[in-house]
């Protein structure tokens, strides 16, 4: 993928800005931290892939937009492709993919962003991953290889060949071995027992032959002794009918007999209320007398009712306007107290006005004084303008001579401390050769305990796959023992049918189906009790041994810090072996440091440019305190202005105030003349004398008001008897007639009841000559019965036989079945356990490491002969012979490493040894090194590299190496791009790209 054209709309810190590729081969990304040059190689990934280091997919827009636009045009495999992706804010994003043609670019998107993300990879043959792990050389990744322990190593490679897919596959081919082993067992255990059942199938066939034969010689006799009982029972029903009518007779006697009693109680009650109502009709006139006088005090108490409401009115009318003439007065007494509050509030000020006047001659002599000290600070500020540069130099002098000073202490410090660190440790030599035997013996100790871990946890998985069979076998079982209490519940049912044949049981046999159902259900609770007592015991061994890899576990946390610590412990025994060369050329350094420091020779130009200005300054004879003093003069006369301006306000409010006073007084009169005229001549005044003259007209005595109430409440019993009489006027004639209805139905019952006696002797007389066939027909329901149930046990017995052959022959097909299903398991189990093996770290993956490794190792030296002129060569080591527990070498084991032996001119040597120009080529050669190989992998060509390796953490040297190794492989690449912050390494490369960020957003130049 080779850049062509890059157009920035929004995105991240530009607003607006377009970049072209065209003719750059080498190009330096510059500018400082934070103006966006990480943001433009963002911009391509964004486009490409829609992968960026943003957090959330609206971060990418620029803050305050609301639309992000990238256009990326780029060449692939001899083609010119345009990707343009946008993304509203708060919504979806669109991508566009397009190709040259010769008539211009034509569309090549998808249904969809997946759809035409897809088509994009498609046609470039790289993903997201490898490009960044092979086009984009990210800071801090070009020594990682090195640094890591070997067995790491392998690790970080299979992580960038994408070898990790393989693990799930091991696992998932585990878990399925696992399962095929698992459903093995069980097909093996099911085998068996069907095989035991099967061998009951003749006897079965011959005892159902009986049981038929049987069966039919009951059935004939069971016919013939139910035609005779049906006989019985017609002669039976007949004479039940009799007793039947007999019974229906007797109670609509008994029902006439309640209703003639009935309604001679409801006849006398109508009498007793007759005899009520003449009473109340007899006293008519005394009723109507009273009820006149009642209505009269009614009357009278009306008109006294009206006098009261105006009464009441007049006083409430009267109250309110008493109440508005006090609020009006009350008003004119606050606005006069107001008024009266100014006139002393202006008497008060007046007093204050001769206060302040009579200080005027006070500060007028301090105004002298205040001109005086102004002119001497004016003095002082021309010769402060004059001093300010010259201290400010002096100050920079001197930080400058100090820094100096402090940087020679510094450097002896540093260089006491190195060469104490390197005494230390050249006496630390034999401590670090025993302390790295007591770290190996360790490490050899933990291995041995990471194998009885892995037995653990194998033993552990054994153990939750028995489980797992115990939990499905005790489903089962559950299910059985709910279709027997599922049983249990219809047996309970007084006309219960058998569970096989579903006819109808007699007592004997409904005993031995719920018999047999109770010892079934018995058994199947006791297998299942059995089943939890093993889930149990499994469980506690699953947590002894989840004990036991905790711990083991907890003493193997340190395996990785121990490792480490070996390799550093190794490192530090090699370097004590410099120490005493290093220690005399830090006591060289150190003597000379140490002279200067006591003679005092250090940055002779800026000691004589400091000598030069503190002549010049005790020339000019500038004291800062004695400014300070002046300034200080100037504030303690300047309360002389303030009160200045205080004297001209005071003589300004004098004749304010005086013109003022007499318009107070004169309002303070006025307001007191108005509260008189309220009280007086008011309107309110007025109206509260002529409702006192009307409530006087009115006349009203509450006294007699109560006391003719109170005769109305005592005369109004009256009313409630006219009611009484007026109800009894119009009732009794309908109680009359009511009387003679009750005494006509009464003797109509009577007559009904004496033809229902006649009928109950004839039904009686029927039935004594009737015969009685109760006896006969009980005898032969019971032999009946007890044909019955013998009848039901046989046909029990033999649907039972006829399931349990039913549930032979089904059983030899499931056997049939199981046994092919238990080759196909053991089969499937076989492949599985290869798959394992093939997927594992040993199968595949190693073999895919040792096949890279070759093109690997010859790729990386061809870099690296070019970078170092052929004085460098790295080989791969992948097995070396490990730590034999015998004395015998021959019978040592090869372990799995990834070891990187680097040669030159003097023979292999550590990589510690070579200098930092020489591991800087080694490290970068076997970086791009993998770069290549990941883009080959991935079906790409790598045309396209971009180094952000970190010019700033090299020297001076090292970034000279470092663009003589990007020259050196220039020509393998149509591009390159570095990125860096530093401005003078702009000139080393062919073009640069220059990113300033201004207020509008980033900005982009490209100078070639």
């Not at 397009?98 to 470039?124: C, Y």
Request: net charge neutral.
């Amino acid at each position: 993928m080779i850049p062509v054209q890059l157009i920035l709309k929004n995105f991240l810190s530009y607003r607006d800005a377009s970049l072209d590729f065209c003719g750059l081969h080498t190009a330096c990304i510059c500018g400082s931290n934070g103006a966006g040059k990480s943001s433009l190689l963002e911009a391509m990934t964004w486009a490409v892939w829609g992968e960026s280091r943003a957090a959330a997919e609206d971060d990418v827009i620029h803050s305050g937009a609301k639309e992000v636009r990238v256009d990326f045009t780029f060449r692939s495999n001899q083609q010119k492709y345009r990707i343009i992706r946008t993304r509203m804010r708060g919504a979806t994003g669109v991508l566009e993919f397009q190709i040259e043609t010769p008539s211009g670019f034509r569309a090549l998107t998808g249904k969809g962003v997946r759809a035409t993300q897809d088509a994009i990879l498609e046609h470039i043959k790289l993903d997201y991953d490898t490009f960044i792990n092979s086009a984009y050389l990210r800071q801090g990744r070009a020594d990682e290889f090195m640094l890591k322990r070997p067995s790491e190593r392998k690790e970080i490679l299979a992580e960038l060949l994408k070898l990790n897919q393989y693990d799930d596959l091991e696992e998932r081919a585990k878990e399925s071995s696992r399962q095929f082993k698992a459903r093995a067992e069980e097909l093996g255990r099911c085998l068996e027992s069907s095989k035991i059942q099967l061998q009951q199938r003749e006897v079965t066939h011959t005892q159902r032959a009986e049981l038929e034969a049987q069966l039919n010689q009951l059935q004939q006799v069971q016919a013939f002794d139910n035609i005779k009982l049906q006989s019985l029972q017609v002669v039976q029903h007949q004479r039940q009918t009799k007793v039947e009518q007999l019974s229906f007779v007797k109670q609509q006697y008994q029902n006439l007999s309640q209703d003639c009693d009935r309604l001679q109680q409801e006849h006398s009650a109508v009498k007793s209320q007759i005899s009520g109502l003449e009473a109340i009709l007899n006293q008519e006139a005394e009723i109507k007398n009273g009820y006149a006088q009642y209505q009269n005090l009614q009357s009278q108490e009306e008109a006294f009712a009206t006098k009261f409401e105006e009464h009441t009115r007049a006083t409430a009318l009267r109250q309110q306007k008493q109440q508005q003439l006090t609020k009006q007065i009350h008003e004119i007494e606050r606005q006069l107290q107001q008024v009266q509050g100014q006139l002393e509030a202006l008497q008060q000020q007046e007093q204050e006005i001769q206060h302040t006047l009579s200080k005027s001659t006070e500060v007028e002599a301090a105004l002298a004084q205040v001109a005086v000290a102004r002119r001497r600070v004016a003095h002082l500020d021309e010769l402060q303008m004059q001093v300010s540069p010259l201290l400010q130099q002096r100050q920079n002098l001197q930080s400058q001579i100090d820094r100096v000073h402090a940087g020679l202490i510094a450097r002896l410090e540093q260089l006491q401390t190195t060469e104490n660190q390197l005494q230390s440790s050249s006496r630390r030599q034999p401590q670090l050769q025993q302390a790295v035997m007591e770290v190996g013996m360790q490490i050899d100790q933990m291995e041995k305990d990471r194998v009885y871990l892995q037995r653990v946890q194998e033993k552990g998985q054994e153990r939750r796959h028995f489980i797992e069979r115990l939990q499905a076998q005790q489903r089962e079982y559950e299910k059985l023992l709910g279709e027997l209490d599922q049983k249990l519940q219809m047996l309970r049912n007084p006309d219960a049918i058998c569970p096989l044949c579903e006819r109808p049981l007699d007592e004997h046999h409904w005993n031995r189906v719920a018999e047999k159902t109770k010892t079934e259900y018995q058994d199947t609770e006791g297998q299942l009790w059995v089943f939890r007592e093993q889930m149990a015991v499994s469980d506690r061994e699953i947590q002894l041994l989840r004990q036991e890899y905790r711990e083991i576990s907890q003493k193997l946390a340190v395996y990785d810090s121990l490792r480490e610590q070996r390799g550093q412990l190794a490192a530090q025994l090699q370097s004590t072996s410099d120490a005493e060369q290093q220690l005399q050329q830090l006591a060289a350094e150190k003597q000379h440091l140490e002279r200067s420091l006591q003679v005092g020779d250090y940055a002779p130009d800026k000691q004589a440019q400091l000598q030069q200005l503190d002549q010049y300054l005790q020339q000019l004879n500038y004291n800062e305190q004695d400014h300070a003093l002046a300034r200080s003069e100037v504030e303690r006369w300047r309360w002389a202005e303030i009160k200045q301006g205080q004297i001209k306000d005071a003589t300004k409010r004098q004749t304010q105030i005086a013109s003022r006073k007499p318009e107070l007084q004169a309002t303070i009169a006025q307001l007191k003349n108005r509260i008189q005229q309220e009280q007086i001549d008011s309107d309110c005044a007025r109206e509260i004398t002529e409702l006192t003259r009307y409530i006087g007209e009115i006349n009203y005595s509450l006294e007699q008001h109560n006391n003719l109430r109170q005769a109305v409440r005592q005369a109004q019993s009256w009313q409630l008897r006219y009611q009484q009489m007026l109800s009894a006027q119009q009732q009794y004639p309908q109680l009359q007639g009511r009387l003679q209805d009750l005494e006509t139905s009464r003797n109509a019952r009577l007559n009904e009841r004496q033809q229902l006696a006649t009928q109950i002797d004839h039904i009686t007389q029927q039935l004594a000559e009737t015969a009685n066939p109760t006896e006969q027909i009980q005898a032969l329901e019971q032999q009946l019965a007890t044909r019955r149930r013998q009848l039901d046990e046989q046909i029990a017995n033999l649907g039972r036989l006829e399931q349990l052959a039913h549930q032979l022959e089904t059983l030899q097909i499931q056997y049939e079945q199981q046994q092919q299903q238990l080759q196909s398991c053991k089969r499937q189990y076989r492949i599985y356990q290869e798959l394992t093996q093939a997927f594992g770290k040993n199968g595949i993956q190693a073999l895919m490491i040792e096949n890279v490794l070759p093109q690997l190792e010859a790729e990386t030296n061809q870099l690296l002969s070019r970078l170092s002129a052929n004085q460098l060569h790295v080989q791969f080591v992948t097995q070396k012979a490990g730590r034999s527990g015998t004395s015998k070498r021959k019978n040592a084991k090869l372990i799995d490493t990834l070891d990187i032996l680097i040669a030159d001119a003097r023979g292999t040597r550590a990589y510690e040894t070579y200098s930092g120009g020489e591991a800087f080529r080694i490290n970068f050669a076997i970086r791009l090194a993998l770069a290549k190989l990941l883009a080959q992998r991935a079906g790409a060509a790598l045309q396209l590299l971009i180094i952000d390796e970190g010019f700033g953490t090299q020297d001076a040297e090292g970034c000279d190496r470092l663009i003589a190794a990007i020259n050196a492989i220039a020509c393998d690449f149509a591009c390159i791009l570095t990125v860096t912050h530093m401005p003078h390494l702009k000139e080393a490369f062919q073009a640069r790209i220059e990113v300033n960020k201004t207020q509008q957003g980033s900005q982009l130049h490209l100078l070639i």
